[in-house]
């Protein structure tokens, strides 16, 4: 007959490494974009100075902040205006015009045959060899940088647009017309609710494009502007200067993209995936 055994009593509280194991992921989940960033530049800086690159090919990230701090305060904030101006105008410009039209191509089906095949053929004509002869046509000034802007930023935001009218349920629809609405309040209350996350994914990467189309503007003619500053810096070899100033626009993008997204989860927040709220 065999005798009977005793166990050690099981704790039953849960191990603690789990448990920190967890948080440690998440501290580095939320910091990897930072962290990655930090080794690029520091892989950047180590690279420049162990293989002797000159600067006016590739300069350091400490070469380029020095050269950010040595400009003035004054002509940084000149330059920043005149390209986040003509940016916000060309932007403004392309949401006026762009979903209005979307509307009108989403709801008429001649008008859609009609008016896509031009915007298509505007997409696709190169930008920077159009810019020119914008530029002898409206001649000095705004106007010129405001339109090419536009031309970069106006397509993405109709074709999304339409694109989400077109999305709405067609039964959603043939409710609203057995009770006799309009076409009008049919865009109004149905279409256009549905198509808000299409429109704010459009108005996300136009805002980008917007600065991009800036610059280029500001490439083939401007006296002042970031665009303006690169081109001039890089005329006399100031590369680190001209890397400064990009780094200056990258920071804009980001800036306006992320305003645009609050703007979405402060207004529509209902429009957002569940993930984002």
Not at 110 to 129: D, E, G, H, K, N
Not at 159 to 186: H, K
Not at 198 to 221: D, K
Request: with cysteine; aromatic share 8%.
């Amino acid at each position: 007959m065999t005798s009977p055994t005793t166990s050690a009593p099981r704790s039953s509280a849960p191990a603690p490494w789990p448990e920190r194991h967890r948080r440690l992921y998440g501290a580095l989940d939320r910091g990897a974009p930072l962290l990655a960033a930090l080794a690029l530049l520091l892989i950047w800086e180590l690279a420049c100075r162990l293989l002797a690159v000159p600067s006016y090919l590739l300069p350091t990230p400490s070469a380029i902040a020095l050269s950010a701090v040595q400009v003035p305060l004054d002509s940084w904030l000149t330059h920043t205006w005149a390209t986040l101006r003509v940016s916000l105008q060309g932007y403004a410009l392309a949401v006026l015009i762009g979903i209005p039209l979307a509307v009108a191509l989403a709801n008429s089906r001649l008008l859609s045959r009609t008016l896509y095949p031009q915007l298509v053929i505007i997409q696709s004509t190169p930008i920077v060899a159009v810019a020119p002869i914008i530029v002898v046509v409206l001649g000095a000034g705004d106007a010129p940088r405001v339109v090419i802007t536009f031309l970069i930023t106006f397509f993405p935001i109709v074709v999304s647009t339409v694109t989400g009218l077109q999305a709405t349920p067609p039964a959603m629809l043939e409710l609203s017309r057995s009770l006799g609405a309009s076409r009008l309040r049919a865009v109004r209350d149905i279409q256009l609710p549905f198509a808000v996350p299409y429109i704010f994914s459009a108005l996300r990467i136009s805002v980008t494009l917007a600065i991009i189309g800036a610059v280029v503007a500001e490439f083939v003619a401007a006296e002042n502007g970031l665009g303006f500053f690169i081109a001039f810096s890089t005329s006399f070899f100031k590369v680190p200067q001209a890397f400064a100033a990009l780094v200056v626009l990258v920071s804009l993008s980001l800036a306006l993209f992320q305003l645009v997204s609050l703007t979405q989860r402060l207004v529509f927040p209902w429009s957002l995936p569940k993930t984002e709220k």
